[in-house]
C-alpha cells in the first residue's frame, strides 16, 4: 500500500470526524431546549387572608352520610393522585409525604422518619375521620403553615371514598359509618 492511499483512508476518516463535528454543533443549536429561570412547576394555592387576620378552617360538611356509601376501590383510583407524594404499603418508605399506611386513628405526626412541619406537630391527638375529611379538604385552612402544596379535594364523595381507602390501610381497620345519621343524630331505619 503506497502513502497516496494511506492519505486518502486518512482523509476519508478526518472528513467523517469533522462533518460529525459539524452536525453536532448544529443540532445543539437547534435543538436544545430553553431552561427555566426557576426550576420546577409552579402550584396552585389558595390565597391566604390578609396580614394580621388569623386563618381558620373552613368546616367541610359532614362525612358521615357519605362514607356509608364511600366505595374502597374508588378511593384507591383517587389515590392515586397523592401516589407521587406518599406511599401506602405497611412499612413503606416516606417520600416527600409519610407513608399513610394505618393513618386512621394514628397520632399526627408520628410517621417513624419523616420531618413533619410545626403546623402538624401542634395539632395534637389522633388522626379520626372528621380530622382527615378537614384536612384533604384544605391542607392549609386546616394546618396553617403545613408543607403539604396540595390544594385540596373540593369534592366530598372523593374525599369520603378516598378516607374509606386510607381506613382500609391497616391490619385492624376502624368500622365505618353503615347507616346515614339524621339531624337528630340518631340512625335511621
Given at each position: 500500500?503506497?502513502?497516496?492511499?494511506?492519505?486518502?483512508?486518512?482523509?476519508?476518516?478526518?472528513?467523517?470526524?469533522?462533518?460529525?463535528?459539524?452536525?453536532?454543533?448544529?443540532?445543539?443549536?437547534?435543538?436544545?431546549?430553553?431552561?427555566?429561570?426557576?426550576?420546577?412547576?409552579?402550584?396552585?394555592?389558595?390565597?391566604h387572608p390578609a396580614e394580621g387576620a388569623k386563618p381558620e378552617a373552613a368546616?367541610?360538611?359532614?362525612?358521615?352520610?357519605?362514607?356509608?356509601?364511600?366505595?374502597?376501590?374508588?378511593?384507591?383510583?383517587?389515590?392515586?393522585?397523592?401516589?407521587?407524594?406518599?406511599?401506602?404499603?405497611?412499612?413503606?418508605?416516606?417520600?416527600?409525604?409519610?407513608?399513610?399506611?394505618?393513618?386512621?386513628?394514628?397520632?399526627?405526626?408520628?410517621?417513624?422518619?419523616?420531618?413533619?412541619?410545626?403546623?402538624?406537630?401542634?395539632?395534637?391527638?389522633?388522626?379520626?375521620?372528621?380530622?382527615?375529611?378537614?384536612?384533604?379538604?384544605?391542607?392549609?385552612?386546616?394546618?396553617?403553615?403545613?408543607?403539604?402544596?396540595?390544594?385540596?379535594?373540593?369534592?366530598?364523595?372523593?374525599?369520603?371514598?378516598?378516607?374509606?381507602?386510607?381506613?382500609?390501610?391497616?391490619?385492624?381497620?376502624?368500622?365505618?359509618?353503615?347507616?346515614?345519621?339524621?339531624?337528630?343524630?340518631?340512625?335511621?331505619?
Amino acid at each position: 500500500m503506497d502513502s497516496f492511499e494511506i492519505n486518502k483512508i486518512l482523509g476519508a476518516i478526518l472528513f467523517t470526524c469533522l462533518v460529525t463535528l459539524a452536525l453536532n454543533i448544529a443540532a445543539s443549536a437547534i435543538f436544545t431546549p430553553a431552561k427555566p429561570e426557576k426550576p420546577g412547576y409552579e402550584i396552585a394555592v389558595v390565597e391566604h387572608p390578609a396580614e394580621g387576620a388569623k386563618p381558620e378552617a373552613a368546616a367541610p360538611e359532614p362525612i358521615g352520610k357519605l362514607l356509608a356509601s364511600a366505595a374502597v376501590d374508588k378511593g384507591e383510583q383517587s389515590a392515586k393522585k397523592c401516589a407521587a407524594c406518599h406511599t401506602f404499603t405497611k412499612g413503606g418508605p416516606n417520600r416527600v409525604g409519610p407513608n399513610l399506611w394505618g393513618i386512621v386513628s394514628r397520632p399526627k405526626g408520628s410517621e417513624a422518619g419523616f420531618a413533619y412541619s410545626d403546623a402538624i406537630k401542634s395539632k395534637g391527638g389522633t388522626w379520626t375521620i372528621d380530622d382527615l375529611n378537614a384536612f384533604l379538604a384544605n391542607p392549609r385552612g386546616y394546618a396553617p403553615g403545613t408543607k403539604m402544596t396540595f390544594v385540596g379535594l373540593p369534592k366530598a364523595g372523593e374525599r369520603a371514598d378516598i378516607i374509606a381507602y386510607l381506613n382500609s390501610l391497616a391490619d385492624n381497620p376502624a368500622p365505618l359509618p353503615k347507616a346515614a345519621q339524621n339531624a337528630s343524630g340518631f340512625a335511621t331505619q
